[in-house]
């Protein structure tokens, strides 16, 4: 008979694989800031490895504007709090939430945690949001007179001289417009999600490359940095097309604004991210990584917190729709999507992550 009391485990998790299962980063300092341990979550997060960072003071490797702060790094017994503070990591600036605590039984021996504000703390509250039903109701109902209208503009077209023919093709062509841009606000009322199966990952972005290189001008130069290693992803393969297309598409154009163009796709492993699925009510790991650059100008920053909303747009003759449906594709398959603004490279980001296909899936 066993000796382990019923409902018990053989060998609990230690402090350390408790520490590597988090999803926030986590630093330990020693009195003279310098870091003696970090998370994989806190390698991810500033793109350095946990041999890097040992032995250097944080304060040598990040960057920090805030006084505030700074002075909470200079006082050992500091308890602090920082939100939405910038953190210069190299090239890179990273708005995370800080925090700064003080181990009582090792004097001046402190915890750092830092998260993404960017994106992660809104991402549950725009999970919270009901679909459009609205919109899509409508929808259907702007449908069917408008497709009477161009079988009138069809009718007229063939009673015509060539004169007016110019009028009965500019109906049809913004009759087509209209009923374009009504099928993507369908696809954003839906409540129901597309099935998931287990996705080849470059698969797909090559064909959403291909479909969007088609117009595209021949000064833009595409980079690509893929993982081979990656094993498949848990997604819609349809889905995760439209997606693909729809960041390409918008990175293309932001580009294609300045006198050398880029746009670059990258794919990578990233192991700390863990994202709270509120529908499911577990959290699920999301450890693949597609990245989608460009060296554009940027959004405005004052539409930087809301371009994932419906009808919010920063072209002058933007839907808003783009950008929207993304965020409900990549939702709906249990996945992330997220943006973020280099001023000092001067890129743009917008990174989507995705849950991991099991080998019983991938089977």
């Given amino acids: 008979m066993s000796d382990t009391a019923p409902g018990s485990h053989s060998k609990a998790p230690g402090a350390r694989d408790q520490i590597g299962g988090l999803s926030f980063a986590l630093l330990l300092l020693a009195p003279d800031l310098s870091v003696v341990e970090a998370n994989p979550a806190a390698e991810d997060l ?8 040992a032995d250097r003071r944080l304060l040598d490797i990040v960057s920090i504007d805030d006084a505030r702060t700074l002075e909470g790094f200079g006082d050992p017994e500091a308890q602090l709090v920082a939100r939405a503070l910038d953190l210069g990591v190299g090239e890179r600036v990273l708005r995370v939430n800080l925090t700064i605590s003080p181990l009582g039984t090792h004097p001046g021996w402190r915890i750092v945690t830092l998260s993404d504000a960017a994106q992660g703390e809104r991402f549950e509250e725009q999970a919270r949001r009901p679909a459009l039903r609205g919109p899509a109701v409508l929808a259907h109902e702007i449908k069917n007179p408008l497709s009477a209208i161009r079988g009138a503009a069809q009718l007229l077209a063939k009673k015509s001289d060539e004169s007016e023919l110019n ?38 972005v090559r064909r959403a490359l291909d479909t969007v290189r088609l117009t595209s001008p021949e000064t833009l130069t595409w980079r690509e940095e893929f993982d081979p290693s990656l094993p498949p992803v848990l ?54 990584e597609v990245q989608v650059s460009d060296n554009g100008a940027g959004l405005d920053p004052a539409l930087a917190d809301h371009i994932f909303e419906p009808f919010v747009s920063s072209k002058a003759n933007g839907q808003g729709l783009g950008l929207a449906l993304v965020q409900k594709l990549v939702r709906d ?9 280099d001023e000092r490279a001067g890129w743009t980001h917008f990174r989507v992550h995705l849950p991991m296909a099991t080998r019983e899936e991938a089977a």
Avoid at 46 to 53: C, D, E, K, T, V
Avoid at 243 to 259: H, K, M, T, Y
Avoid at 333 to 341: F, I, K, L, P
């Fill in 167 to 204: 009028l009965t093709s500019l109906i049809a062509d913004e009759v087509d417009r209209i009923a374009a841009l009504v099928d993507r606000m369908q696809r954003l009322g839906r409540e129901q999600s597309e099935p998931v199966a287990p996705v080849n990952l470059h698969h797909t």
């Fill in 235 to 288: 997604a819609n393969e349809g889905a995760l097309a439209q997606v693909l297309v729809n960041l390409l598409s918008n990175a293309r154009d932001a580009a294609s604004e300045i006198d050398v163009p880029e746009v670059m796709v990258r794919t990578r492993f990233v192991s700390g991210l863990v994202m709270n699925v509120i529908r499911l009510g577990r959290p699920v790991r999301l450890p693949i």
């Fill in 333 to 341: 398959m249990d996945g992330r999507v997220s943006h973020e603004r």
């Fill in 46 to 53: 500033l793109g350095i490895s946990a041999a890097r960072l």
